[in-house]
């Protein structure tokens, strides 16, 4: 398997902290091993997509649900080194 450093955005998150309900957005990096970028692509949203930290937080309607994007997608040669 490959090894892939895959940018991810994030927007329209809707979540409550410190009392306040408010939309968010922001930036992550995933480290994933995949086949090929098509694979990494969606290992690393699914992984992001799984997450309790984010998902027992959302606020979302399914009318309004929040959106991952991938930004940029690089080829490694190993993960060593790397703070995962």
Known sequence: M???KVFVRGQNFLLNLNGKTER???YTTRFVEA???NQAENEAVS???ADP???NRLLNRQSDAPMLFVEEITELDSFDGLNM
Do not use: A, H
Request: zero cysteines; proline letters at 0%.
């Open 2 to 4: 490959k090894k892939y």
């Open 24 to 26: 968010f957005g922001f």
């Open 35 to 37: 086949q090929d970028e």
């Open 47 to 49: 992984t992001l997509r």
């Open 53 to 55: 930290r984010l998902r």
